[in-house]
Structure formats: structure tokens, C-alpha cells
């Protein structure tokens, strides 16, 4: 009991127990007594603070000094949770609180395992509180700074910069501590692991000097000292946990000895840092130095108690400052100075590596050039002889087009075939000229946007179709929505190339079935135009499911049962692709395939001549004379009206015009002499063709009326009175040639053969007499056309020959279809044994 303590005999003063105050590495019991005082008239109140922190439990008593009662008391220290302490504080306070003029006898019990001194220090609560935070506010203003510090530091991006930031802040956590300040003030939840927060911020911050020591110094490049900062971290991290493990004694003297530890292996890393030879080593040293001098005389002090506080160090927190800025500063500056040395060096590795690359770009681009010259040469050549071949091509086809002209003029299945033919060679005719315009340089593969007629091009179609099919016995049909537009823009060519593919693609593999190809048409989703949508079906033999992926591949032939390269449908996706079309399958095998594909185009809705007429050559053109004739003609299309009037106007007829079916009626009844020759469309403003034929046939019944239009209406009946029909009905676009006849016909007016023509069909000589009828400066020309090997320089030379006279007419014929034939040897032969002679 507290007065049994205070009966004891064995007192000592104050002022004679130094030595009992001091035990640094003892684990005691000291009493303390005295007696307190109020002499004043009001009560007080007064907080006794003991030091150092580290005490583990204080009790004190407050006793009647006469009877020994306890009238209070109160107990702190390390091992008491703050929530029990009288005073929740993290210091170690005891208050006394005293009536105006009393006396009271204080006890106090100090346990402890460690205590290098003791004091006691009276404050008044306000005083000590407002200390207390003036404090805590220079430690937030201390740690802000170096939060800042820390992140930008961070911001380096560079390892060691975010090394030293972290040293910085361990020590301030270690010397922060001492007073409460993160485990009390930033994070009360932890006040009752003061001792584990202090233990672990001091050898932290010891393992952290050493890893920057490290690698400022650049000692982690050797190998002895490589896996320093690995085992240092470690081991601050296992005596971290140890703090929970091991009583407070044990975990000191173990933090003492790994403190000189490393203070130890600090001095050996002395010896690597001195033979650095840089221009920054001895500062950065220094500044290290320094600061291990300091932490090793904090270190003498704490453990043999001489001129140890146990409070907040500032002096320690500013000088690491200043040596961290110092390293920060001294490190700057051996960046900066590395980076420029890198900087010349890489100037002078890129002017040695410029002169290399100069030598090397100089033999590199003579020999480009000299490979350049071979390209070119290469390249002139191909280009002039793909010019060369498909010049010669234009010939026999221009012949072969004018002919057939003449021919679809005379109707009948001589007519039709003839337009079959006409097809298939205007359409090689346009791909000759593709070649042509891709020798010269133009660009391969690019689609040529074009107005054409629709069901001119689809009854094209069909009729070419019609013959593949038949070669198998198959029946082909033509299914044309009835609102498919007349007049639309795309590239012709490439769509007539994909669409006879896909049918005789669809004729070869099919026998005795049907083959049908059905166009329908959309509107563009949110667009101007339209699409149209292409089905090309047969009932043939199918696609096994497992050859689909594979039947778009060049020279994949499938089954192989038809023959051929294999290059149809290959051909047919690259097209589709390049005018925007994606293609679709449905195939089974025995039932037939179905391929489709949906091809935007513009509708644009105008008729212009050069789509209309079809013209071709004057000198392979008939000709009639049409003086003392009339025409009227009611088209809506200026173009086409103009053209008209310039045809019709150069064969001599008297031509009258007209925009619309109203002005025609108008002039039809106030006509004083009724027209030869009446020439109508059908769709017109305000009426139609068959507005026309009805008023044409009421003024005027024997008068010829011509139906030039592209709409399906013209393929039926006239709707007039009495049953009576248009004299003749020509589809857009017409060949100049057939309406020629048509319009001839209908006048009852004789064609003449053209001349050229007539020139052209000349009874050939002997190949012989042919060389023999040429003089000595035309036979040199013929050489000439045969050393180029220019067929159609040749052709065109013969017809100019056939103009002189008619011994030479014949002769021009021999010459011009030898050439044709490409029998050069022949020519050659002759003409060399006609020299020879």
C-alpha cells in the first residue's frame, strides 16, 4: 500500500540520488515522493510530465498528508492503452489537482526497462496543450514540405530520386515519433503501437541510407556490393515484425546491433566509392559522410546515455534535409554533365556514322540508278509492246463492229446474231482499250463510271446468254423487275464481264436444266440512287459445302469437270469488290447454286446523245439522200434532240422540233402539209409516244412514225384507235446504222454501200501479183511495216493503197488480209524474192 511505501526508512534526497536516476540498460522500480502546496486563495490544477517517453508504466497517489488516505490517483506509460491513461496523451503525464491552500503528500511508481535519465516538469493543462500543438503544427508544416519534396522527386522518374524521398521520410517518422505525432495525431488508431512505429522508422531509415549510399555512389555495379540494398531491405522488414514478437529489451539491443551493423558496413564501402573517378565522387561523398557521422553520434549517445534526450531532434531532421538537397543538387548536376557527355558522344558516333552512310548511300544509289535504267528499259519495252499488240487488236475488231452494224440493220436472226456478235466485241473492243490506256501508263483496275441504258444492256446480256446456255441444252430466262430504272450510272464493262462469267460459269455446270439470271432493284438506305440486286441461279450440279470457301481462289477449279483455268469466279470478286458489290452463295449439291451480289448506282434520270446513239465510222455507215423530206421529232431530251436534228438535217431532210407531245398536237391540227417522217419518244411531258402515233395516224395515216425509246412499254401493242402500230420501233441505245435504215426504210429511200467500203470488198490478186503491182518506194514502206511488226500501221497503208487506183484496189485487199493474219512471213518472202529478182 502507498503508506507502507512512505513508512520505509531508506528516503534519499533528490540532489543525492543522481546515480539512482540514471540506469540506462536496466529494467527498475524507482519511488518518488514529495510534498505539493497550494498557497493561493483558488484551486489549481497542474499536469507533471516525466521523461523520457519510453517509461513503460507511472502510477502516482495522492495522499492526505496527516492520515496517508488516498484521495487520488493515476497511471500512464508505455504499457498502459491510451484509452486507460488519466490523461490521454501520448506523453507521460500525471495531474494534480489541489484545493486553495492544501497540502497533499504525492507517491509516484516508476517501472522501466530502459531510463539513461528521468525529469519532471510541471504545466499548467493549457500551456501544455497549446505547446503541444504548436509543436504537432511545426512537425505537419515539416512533413508537408517533404511530401512535396517526395513527389516531385517521384515525378523523376528515376529510382534514386524516390530512394532519397524515402530516406527523407523514415527519418522524419523516426524523430516525429518521439513526441506522438503519427501514431497520436495521423493515425490515432495506431497509439498503441508507438514502440513498433519507432523501432521500425529507426532501422528503416539506416537501411535506407545504406541503399542510396549504394547507388549514388555507383557501388551496385560491383559485384560484391550488388545485393547490398536487397539484404539491408530485408532485414529492416524482419526486425519490423519482430517488434510484435520480441519484448521491448530484446528488440533495443537487437536494433542497436543491426544499427552498428550497418554503420559498420558503411565504412567498408569506403574503400570501392574512392576509387570512383568521376567528376562529382568526393561531393557526393562528403555529403554522406556527414550524414553518417551524425547518425553515428546519435547513435554513441542513445546507447551509452550521454547528452541523449529522447525528444524530437530537429537539428538531426535539418541537417538530413540539407544533405538531401545537397545530394539532389550534386546528382543534378552529374546527370546533366553525363547527359551532355552522352550528347557528344552521339554527335560524334552520327558524324561517323554519316560519313559511313554517305559512302554508303553514294554505292547504294549507283547501283538504284543503274537498276532504275534496266526497270525503265524493261518497262518501255513491256509498255510497247502491250501498246504494239493491242493497237493491232483495234483493227479486225473495228472491222469486225462495223460489219455487224450492217448486219443487226437487217433484222431477222441474221440481225440478232449479228447484235450477239456486236456485244461480245464492243465489250472486248473496251477492254482492248483498257490495255491500251494501261501500257501508256494509266492506272490497272480502275472503274470507269458511265451512263448507259439498262434494258438495252440486260437484252445484250440475255441474248449472249441464251447461246452458252443452249451449248448444254439448258434454257435461260431473263426475269427484269418493272421498275428497274432506264438510265444508270456504273461501269458497264466491269459488270457485262461479271455477269457473262457467273453465267457461263453457271451454262458449263449445268446440263439439260435451266439457267436464270433475275434483277430487281432498292432504294439506298438513307442515300441518292438505287441499288441494283443480281441473282444468277441454276439448277446444275451444286457446291459441295467444303469447296464454298475455296471456289473465289485463282486456278481453284472445284471438281475440274468443265475445264478451263479457273480464274472466272476469282476474276468476278475482284471486280464486285472494286464497284462496291459484296457477292453471296447458296449452293447444294444436285439442286443447283444461286450467287447474287447488290451493286449501288446512280440514277441520274436524264438522256444525253452520246448514250442514246450508238455511232460508229462514216465509212462504215449506209447513206441515202433525203432532200425534199420532212421530219418532225418530239423528244423531251435536248441532247438527243439536237443530235437527231444534225443527223437528220446532214442526210437532207427538213427538220421541225419539238420539246413536248402538247406543242406537237398543236402543230399537227395548224399543219398545212403533213411531215415524211414523224420520230417520237415515248415517256414525254403531258402524254406519251402512243399520244403521238394517235394523233400522228388521225392527221396523217400513211405518214411513217419511228418509236425511239428504252422503256419496256415500247415491246407492246400500241394503245390507239383502229389497232395500228409504229412503223418501226428502235430500242435505246440505236446503232447509227440501223436507224439509218429504219428511218431509210420508212421513207422508202435506196442506201448506197459506202465507199470505203465498197474499196474494202475488192476481189483480192495472188499474194505474188500483189508485191508485184508495188514500185520501189512502196515496197520499201511494206519493209518497213514488217520490220515493226505494225499490223494496223499496215491495214491503214493498204486502204490509202486502195484509193489510187483499181489495179491496186485488189492488191490492197491481198495485203491488208495477209496482214491481218500476221503471215509476215509470207510477206517477207515474197517481198525478198522480188528484190532478189
Partial sequence: ???????????????????????????STIWLRGTVTNTSIEPIRRWLQL???????????????????????????????????????????????????????????????????????????????????????????????????????????????????????????????????????LFSGLADYAGNI?????????????????????????????????????????FSLLTFVLNSVDIRNLGVAIDFGFSAIWLMLLPGALQKRNRWQWALLGLVSCYWLTTTYMLLSYTFAFQYTAAFASSRVMIEIAVVLGLLGVYARQKRDRKRYLELQLREQEKAQRVRLEAMVATRTQEL????????????????????????LRSPLTSILGYNQLLAAEGGRIGEISR??????????????????YARGGSEGVVELADF????????????????????????????????????????????????????????HTEHGNVELKVACRPRNGQDGTTLVFDVSDDGYGIPLE???????????????????????????QLTQQLGA???????????????????????????????????????LPYFDATGYTAWVVEDAAAIRDFLHAELDGLGFTVRLFANAEAFFGAADAALAAPDLVITDYYLTGASGDAVLAASRRCWPEVAVILLSATQRMHKPALQQGGQDYTERLTKPVHLAYLRRAIASACGCELSMPEALSQEVSQPVSPESAIAVLDTKEKQQLAHFLALGAVTDMVEWTQELATQDSERRGAAATLSSLAEQGRFDTLARLLADTQAG
Avoid at 503508506?3 to 529494467?27: H, M, T
Avoid at 449472249?464 to 458497264?492: H, W, Y
Wanted: aromatic share 8%; glycine share 6%.
Fill in 420 to 437: 450477239v456478235v456486236y456485244a461480245s466485241a464492243e465489250h472486248m473492243l473496251n477492254l482492248v482499250n483498257r490495255l491500251i490506256d
Fill in 1 to 27: 500500500m502507498p503508506w507502507q511505501v512512505l513508512a520505509a526508512s531508506d528516503w534519499q534526497q533528490g540532489e543525492d540520488a543522481q546515480k539512482l536516476l540514471v540506469k540506462p540498460r536496466e529494467r
Fill in 582 to 620: 459484296e457477292l453471296t452463295l447458296d449452293s447444294e449439291p444436285g439442286r443447283g447454286t444461286r450467287i447474287g451480289f447488290e451493286l449501288p448506282v446512280s440514277v441520274d434520270g436524264t438522256e444525253q446523245a452520246d448514250v442514246a446513239i450508238i455511232q460508229e465510222s462514216q465509212h462504215v
Fill in 369 to 392: 540508278r543503274q537498276a532504275v535504267e534496266e526497270a525503265d528499259r524493261a518497262n518501255a519495252a513491256k509498255s510497247n509492246f502491250l501498246a504494239r499488240i493491242t493497237h493491232d
Fill in 51 to 185: 521523461s523520457p517517453w519510453r517509461l513503460e508504466q507511472v502510477n502516482a497517489w495522492l495522499l492526505a498528508p496527516d492520515t496517508g488516505r488516498v484521495l487520488a490517483q493515476a497511471k500512464t506509460g508505455l504499457n498502459v492503452p491510451v484509452s486507460e491513461r488519466t490523461v490521454e496523451s501520448s506523453r507521460t503525464l500525471v495531474p494534480i489537482t489541489l484545493p486553495a491552500g492544501e497540502t497533499r503528500q504525492l507517491l509516484i511508481r516508476i517501472s522501466s526497462n530502459s531510463r539513461p535519465f528521468l525529469t519532471v516538469k510541471s504545466w499548467k493543462p493549457v500551456a501544455f496543450t497549446n505547446t503541444q500543438a504548436s509543436r504537432y503544427q511545426s512537425h505537419s508544416i515539416i512533413l508537408a514540405s517533404l511530401l512535396t519534396l517526395f513527389v516531385v522527386l517521384l515525378l523523376q522518374w528515376d529510382y534514386r530520386y524516390a530512394l532519397i524521398g524515402a530516406w527523407m521520410l523514415a527519418t522524419f517518422v523516426l524523430e516525429a515519433e518521439k513526441e506522438g505525432y503519427i501514431s497520436f495525431v
Fill in 547 to 573: 469447296q464454298q470457301n475455296r471456289l473465289w481462289e485463282p486456278f481453284y477449279q472445284g471438281s475440274g469437270r468443265c475445264g478451263g483455268l479457273g480464274l472466272g469466279l476469282s476474276i468476278v470478286k
Fill in 453 to 508: 441504258y439498262l434494258p438495252a444492256f440486260l437484252e445484250s446480256i440475255g441474248r449472249e446468254a441464251s447461246i452458252k446456255a443452249r451449248e448444254n441444252g439448258n434454257a435461260f430466262q431473263l426475269i427484269k423487275a418493272t421498275d428497274l430504272p432506264t438510265i444508270v450510272r456504273s461501269d458497264a464493262t466491269y459488270l457485262r464481264q461479271i455477269l457473262l462469267n457467273l453465267l457461263d460459269n453457271a451454262a458449263k
Fill in 198 to 238: 519507432r523501432f521500425t522508422a529507426w532501422i528503416l531509415h539506416k537501411a535506407l541510407f545504406l541503399v542510396v549510399s549504394v547507388y549514388l555512389l555507383k557501388l551496385h555495379q560491383c559485384r560484391v556490393w550488388r545485393w547490398l540494398p536487397a539484404v539491408v531491405l530485408v532485414t529492416a522488414g524482419v
